[in-house]
């Protein structure tokens, strides 16, 4: 974890008790609620509204797959297969695998939302950890608390993010295969999957 983020927890930590940080006389005790709870549910209010607007609009928007120099390209939630705006002609069986296709992009974005939900808990959980460190007057191992929160989190995501890529990967070999329009947008490969694994994965 980078090293300044501690120091700037710790000054969060003392904004609303500036004149207690201050003195030389003992902190008085910091109620459960308050500022922290507010921030918290804020926070958590925040999070729910976009894992809300994200299931919405996997049910209810086109997909869109292209990435890169391919033409534009999306999956409609009825699996149709839209290519610059062109309806592709498909077969019930394509179009059975398109709407696979959709369900698996659909469950990695819900899923990392709601790792994105718990990510940003760990705001809020360090500045409770770096309070209640302030004033039992222990504060170090803070920094690796917080860090195995992360930790935690990190592995998560890889085991249910990169552990549905390998059937993503077989759905778009089996569109390639079935429907030649598709091809250029079945860009998975077994590197991507290994990567992701190894935790070198980037949506960057």
């Not at 006389?25 to 809300?52: C, D, F, H, W």
């Not at 939302?113 to 760990?122: F, N, P, R």
């Not at 504060?139 to 592995?155: G, N, P, S, V």
């Not at 995501?157 to 759905?171: D, K, S, W, Y």
Request: charged share 25%.
């Amino acid at each position: 974890m980078n090293s300044k983020i501690l120091p700037a927890l710790l000054l969060l930590a003392c904004i609303p008790w500036l004149s207690a940080c201050g003195k030389d006389e003992p902190p008085q005790p910091v109620p459960a609620t308050g500022v922290l709870a507010e921030v918290s549910a804020e926070i958590s209010k925040e999070m729910e509204n976009v894992s809300r607007e994200v299931r919405e609009a996997m049910a209810t928007e086109n997909i869109d797959i292209a990435d890169g120099d391919e033409a534009p390209a999306e999956i409609t939630p009825q699996g149709d297969l839209l290519i610059d705006g062109r309806k592709v002609e498909i077969d019930a069986d394509q179009r059975a695998l398109l709407l696979e296709y959709r369900g698996h992009i659909a469950y990695m974005a819900e899923t990392g939302a709601a790792i994105g939900m718990q990510g940003a808990g760990i705001a809020t959980d360090a500045i409770g950890m770096a309070v209640a460190s302030i004033f039992s007057g222990t504060t170090e191992d803070l920094e690796a608390k917080i860090e195995a929160k992360a930790e935690k989190i990190a592995q998560q995501a890889v085991t249910e993010l990169c552990g549905r890529m390998p059937a993503l990967m077989r759905n778009q070999q089996a569109l390639a295969a079935s429907l030649p329009e598709f091809a250029p947008y079945a860009d998975i490969t077994q590197a991507d999957i290994d990567d992701c694994n190894d935790g070198r994965y980037s949506t960057q």
